[in-house]
């Protein structure tokens, strides 16, 4: 997907009615964001019809966006939030986080709440440092760099400290996350599509109705454990592993994508690389205009309660709507300039980590990620060259990279030591 500035041009070449944002090949190898552009000026309110029937509702602008995630009221979650499940219900309704609607929703993410802020992570700090490190020290090992691949470790790290899950697990989890939020790509997929995900699935759940039963009866303070004994054990075994599924994808499928992209954003714009390397004090606002550029989490569904009416027209009752996240970022309303990288931008409202009751567990240590992240690459690195195409992910769900190779020169003080 290119991530760089929209043309009037661009927007004249959108013809909607040959334009399919289900179909996760457009993502990979067409130009959504001129689409998106398009929809947010002429027409706000889109619906879509695949050609076995099946129709849904694009939402592109940032208020509306706002509306469709925050208000569970007029749309639901239970029904499912990918529109890759379009048609189909999810059957971890009311049970998974992501897929549960208020009061139950407040229910189970009160008490994850604690572990996913303030001192519940200060403990994790240095474990996500050394996570961090021992990427950044990959580039140095290496004369290419493959960013999107190397980075994917980083947040299954930090999932996998958070959890305690065993280390050597990792590389499985990883491959097969990948697999579950992007079936369709080509460095996924097993068969085809369909069999992929049900690989996917099959694989993740019976991992963690494993762990489940190794831990039962033992001590710990990991997030695991506190599904399994959250308030006296009410969650059953099922719901358990739902949420850790949930917790393991909405890490690995989000995080290595906003590295990746971030850092391709910085060498598109060296002049913003110079002046965070002028002004460490610069990195949370990179992390945030990162977050905003990259806007991984591409798509969440939600299906209208009852007639709602919205962006100039109605949604129907039980229709489902499509909140493109990526789209909501580039509106300028909010962001003056939208398709300018800029790391001095003011006022950075970004739904990059959704709004609302669902707004993103991890968004605390996603960004404490992403801010050591970059500390760390610009304390070792003097300069990053592309050394290679960067390939994007083929989804509709997550937008980013399978492959970003990057040529990154060490400070000669580090590359003399081998640090
Ligand atoms: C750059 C990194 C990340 C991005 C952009 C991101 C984005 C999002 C978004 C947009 C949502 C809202 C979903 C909805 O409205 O239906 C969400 C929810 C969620 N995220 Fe993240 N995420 C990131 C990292 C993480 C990490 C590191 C974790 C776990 C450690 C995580 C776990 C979750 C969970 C469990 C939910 C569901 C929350 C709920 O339904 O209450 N995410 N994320």
């Known amino acids: 997907m290119k991530l760089t500035v929209v043309t009037d041009a661009d927007m004249a070449a959108v013809d909607l009615s040959r334009i399919d944002l289900f179909d996760a090949t457009y993502h990979a190898e067409g130009d959504p964001h001129s689409a998106w552009a398009f929809m947010r000026e002429h027409a706000p309110l889109h619906r879509s019809e695949l050609p076995d029937g099946r129709a849904f509702f694009n939402i592109t602008r940032y208020h509306d966006a706002c509306r469709v995630l925050g208000n569970h009221r007029e749309f639901t979650s239970e029904r499912g939030s ?45 474990r996500i440092r050394e996570a961090v490190r021992s990427l950044v020290r990959g580039a140095l090992a290496e004369p290419v760099w493959d960013v999107a691949q190397q980075a994917t470790m980083l947040p299954m790290a930090i999932a996998g400290a958070l959890m305690d899950l ?66 006296d054990g009410e969650l059953s075994r099922e719901e358990v592993v739902v949420n850790c599924y949930s917790l393991l994808l909405g890490a690995n499928a989000t995080t290595p994508h906003t590295v990746a992209g971030t850092l391709l954003a910085l060498m598109e714009h060296p002049e913003q690389l110079q002046a965070v390397r002028e002004n460490a004090e610069l990195v949370p606002a990179l992390v945030e ?48 300039e939208p398709y300018r990288f800029d790391v001095h931008r003011a006022d950075n409202r970004h739904i990059a980590f959704g709004y609302g009751s669902h707004y993103c567990l991890g968004a605390t240590v996603a960004r404490l990620t992403l801010r050591m992240f970059f500390e760390e690459v610009l304390d070792r690195f003097e300069e990053f060259a592309p050394a290679g195409k960067p390939q994007h992910l083929v989804s509709n769900f997550v937008a980013g990279f399978t492959s970003l190779p990057v040529r990154a020169v060490p400070h000669r003080v580090q590359a003399v030591a081998g640090r």
Do not use: C
């Open 82 to 126: 990918l529109l890759s499940q379009l048609g189909h219900d999810d059957a971890a309704s009311g049970q998974m986080l992501v897929a549960t609607d208020p009061p139950r929703h407040s229910e189970l993410r009160r008490p994850l709440n604690k572990m996913f802020t303030g001192r519940g992570l200060a403990r994790s700090e240095d």
């Open 166 to 231: 065993p280390e050597p697990d990792w590389a499985d989890l990883v491959q097969w996350t990948g697999m579950a939020a992007a079936p369709q790509d080509p460095v996924f997929t097993i068969r085809n599509p369909h069999a992929t995900l049900a690989i996917a699935h099959h694989q993740l759940f019976e991992y963690f109705a494993t762990q489940y039963e190794a831990r039962r009866g033992t001590p710990g303070d990991d997030a695991f454990r506190l599904l399994m004994t959250m308030r």
């Open 289 to 336: 205009e990162g977050l905003r550029w990259t806007s991984p989490a591409s798509s969440f569904l939600r299906y209208a309660v009852q007639d709602v009416e919205i962006a100039g027209g109605v949604v129907p009752e039980g229709d489902p709507v499509a909140v493109w996240v990526g789209s909501a970022n580039r509106d300028s309303e909010i962001f003056p």
